[in-house]
T-cell receptor
Framework: KAGVTQTPRYLIKTRGQQVTLSCSPI?????VSWYQQTPGQGLQFLFE???????NKGNFPGRFSGRQFSNSRSEMNVSTLELGDSALYLC??????????FGPGTRLTVT | QKEVEQNSGPLSVPEGAIASLNCTYS??????FFWYRQYSGKSPELIMS????GDKEDGRFTAQLNKASQYVSLLIRDSQPSDSATYLC???????????FGKGTMLLVSP
């Protein structure tokens, strides 16, 4: 089976802009979770989607949003980018049960 | 309050030795426990999951869980330089797929 894919892999944006990241889960996985990883804070949970519904949300401002499509593909959007949003954004897909498998990530740099 | 604690390291071991990585968690409702390996510049890779008290072995890896002490460990036998990476401990509560991660322990295996 193909693994989790994320696009784009690298992104450079300017403060104030918005960005959309995409994630395609492993075939058959209906749960998609998003995480932000920074050197200072480590891996922090953003949100989880299951069957097109947001099931859980982490402690991030409303500038961070996401959605899931009927084919389980997911997107996350960050509006009004700030320098502190520079991070590795990771998507993880999960089969029934709790193991999560990560994609390669999108490295976002905000200048 | 940190929910999942790991020694940041680095933990340095010689090739062929046993590396012991430890993790404590604060939420007594935690039911599932995972170890991820993350090479520099890469995304986390799931290497072990454990759900009940005791030991679980997979090749050179052994995960140990003690729910009474709220303690999870990972032993790596016959450590190889290729095991040099950051090891992330993750937990979640029953009924929730959201993972809470520790900040990771860096392992360095010297030839």
């Amino acid at each position: 089976k193909a693994g989790v894919t994320q696009t784009p892999r690298y992104l450079i944006k300017t403060r104030g802009q918005q960005v959309t990241l995409s994630c395609s889960p492993i075939s058959g996985h209906r749960s998609v979770s998003w995480y932000q990883q920074t050197p200072g804070q480590g891996l922090q949970f953003l949100f989880e989607y299951f069957s097109e519904t947001q099931r859980n949300k982490g402690n991030f401002p409303g500038r961070f949003s996401g959605r899931q499509f009927s084919n389980s593909r997911s997107e996350m959007n960050v509006s009004t980018l700030e320098l502190g949003d520079s991070a590795l954004y990771l998507c993880a897909s999960s089969p029934p049960g709790y193991e999560q498998y990560f994609g390669p990530g999108t490295r976002l740099t905000v200048t | 309050q940190k929910e999942v604690e790991q020694n940041s390291g680095p933990l340095s071991v010689p090739e062929g030795a046993i590396a012991s990585l430890n993790c404590t968690y604060s939420d007594r409702g935690s039911q599932s426990f995972f170890w991820y390996r993350q090479y520099s510049g890469k995304s986390p890779e799931l290497i072990m999951s454990i759900y009940s008290n005791g030991d679980k072995e997979d090749g050179r890896f052994t995960a140990q869980l003690n729910k009474a002490s709220q303690y999870v460990s990972l032993l790596i036998r016959d450590s190889q330089p290729s095991d040099s990476a950051t090891y992330l401990c993750a937990v979640n509560r029953s009924g929730y797929s959201t993972l809470t991660f520790g900040k990771g322990t860096m392992l360095l295996v010297s030839p």
